[in-house]
């Protein structure tokens, strides 16, 4: 969508983003057939169903914002704020919606597949705590002994996406509990400088940080969902 309004040809999933989106999309079929066969009385997989149609929503509009951040990056040329036309100002604010709402959605994906990962494999998170987090129900599979080799491909791929995420989370964290993270930025630097010119923060650097923390959630997807296919399939060919 974001790339027609932009003028940009649509997308065409490539790489991790579409392995992500396939496993998905496979875990979706397997739902389907599963409430045909029984349909489903206590609507568990419609559930489930619902819920990964939104993940793979989700997913679509985190790359989208991405790119849209991308994209409005190289309409800005100057160094401060103070330094831009009135046109190059509006250019910056655009980037940094598009890269303040892919943050925002990192997180947000993660959440959701938390609750997905906990509902199929009945982790029982909401005893430990009752709103929580994907890395809440992550150290909840270090207590599963039945999913092992799921438990240890997401702690590697967060184990391997640690510095961006962690700088990714506290632009976070600060955008929705304390402050936004461009104002943290500019009381930093009115501190250091007498004449009040607020550089930039290095926009191509939080870009890249954006692009692992999206690399980083399309790896957990893939890895979780293909487990999840992985686990049906072999349910289905024990079933007498």
Same mark, same amino acid.
């Given at each position: !969508? +974001? ?8 997308? /065409? ?8 989106? =396939? ?8 739902? #389907?057939?599963? !409430? ?11 559930? +489930? @169903? ?13 790359? *989208? $914002? ?7 990056? #190289?309409? %800005?040329?100057?160094? $401060? ?15 940094? @919606? ?50 092992? %080799?799921?438990?240890? =491909? ?12 962690? /700088? ?6 600060? =955008? ?12 930093? *630097? ?6 009040? /010119? %607020?550089?930039?923060?290095? +926009? ?7 692009? #692992? ?8 997807? /893939? ?11 072999? *349910? %289905?060919?024990? *079933?007498?």
């Amino acid at each position: !969508m +974001l790339r027609t309004l932009l003028g940009e040809k649509p997308r /065409k999933n490539e790489g991790i983003l579409k392995d992500a989106m =396939e496993a998905m999309a496979d875990t979706l079929e397997l739902f #389907q057939r599963q !409430m045909h066969v029984d349909h489903d009385p206590t609507h568990d997989f419609r559930k +489930l @169903y619902i819920w990964t149609q939104g993940l793979i929503s989700s997913l679509d509009e985190l790359e *989208q $914002s991405c790119f849209a951040a991308s994209h409005f990056r #190289q309409k %800005v040329k100057a160094g $401060s704020t103070d330094e831009m036309t009135i046109p190059e100002k509006a250019e910056y604010a655009r980037y940094v @919606y598009f890269y303040k709402d892919g943050f925002i959605r990192c997180f947000a994906i993660l959440d959701k597949l938390g609750t997905v990962l906990n509902e199929i494999f009945e982790l029982n998170t909401t005893n430990v705590k009752t709103h929580y987090s994907y890395f809440t129900v992550l150290r909840q599979f270090g207590y599963d002994k039945l999913h092992y %080799v799921l438990a240890n =491909e997401l702690i590697r791929i967060k184990d391997s996406y640690r510095e961006p995420m962690s /700088k990714l989370r506290k632009r976070r964290n600060m =955008e929705i509990h304390y402050m936004n993270s461009e104002m943290q930025d500019d009381l930093w *630097q009115l501190h250091q400088t007498l004449q009040g /010119k %607020v550089k930039l923060e290095d +926009l191509d650097q939080h870009l890249l940080e954006l692009r #692992q923390g999206v690399d980083m959630v399309c790896e957990t997807l /893939k890895a979780a969902y293909s487990y999840i296919n992985e686990k049906w399939h072999k *349910q %289905v060919m024990n *079933q007498p």
